[in-house]
């Protein structure tokens, strides 16, 4: 069992993420914020999903994979720089508006 947290200061997107991962059996939402910082990391024991305009990594490493959805690959450069143990960055064009 993958166990998620969803970060986004988006409300929508979270919900519909969690909605759309609700459906596969393997993964289980423990949790969702609107801040990377707020992200309990003991009941995130292997994914955070973020949504990201700016992210920040605290010191402490915690045992937990990333995965960045942005249009803004500019703002994951700071978290990929603190060497998480694992990490995605999907990159897609977001029409705001």
Same mark, same amino acid.
């Given at each position: 069992?993958?166990?998620?947290?969803?970060?986004?200061?988006?409300?929508?997107?979270?919900?519909?993420?969690?909605?759309?991962?609700?459906?596969?059996?393997?993964?289980?939402?423990? !949790?969702?914020? #609107?801040? $990377?910082?707020?992200?309990?990391?003991?009941?995130?024991?292997? &994914?955070? %999903?973020? @949504?990201?305009?700016?992210?920040?990594?605290?010191?402490?490493? !915690?045992?937990? #994979?990333? $995965?960045?959805?942005?249009?803004?690959?500019?703002?994951?450069? &700071?978290? %990929?720089? @603190?060497?998480?143990?694992?990490?995605?960055?999907?990159?897609?064009?977001?029409?705001?508006?």
């Amino acid at each position: 069992m993958i166990r998620v947290a969803i970060v986004s200061p988006n409300h929508a997107l979270r919900v519909g993420l969690r909605e759309m991962l609700s459906h596969h059996p393997g993964i289980q939402v423990v !949790g969702e914020v #609107a801040r $990377l910082a707020d992200v309990n990391e003991k009941e995130t024991e292997v &994914a955070v %999903l973020a @949504s990201v305009s700016s992210a920040r990594l605290r010191d402490d490493k !915690g045992n937990f #994979a990333l $995965l960045f959805l942005t249009d803004d690959l500019d703002s994951v450069r &700071a978290p %990929l720089s @603190s060497s998480p143990r694992a990490w995605g960055v999907f990159a897609c064009r977001c029409r705001r508006g």
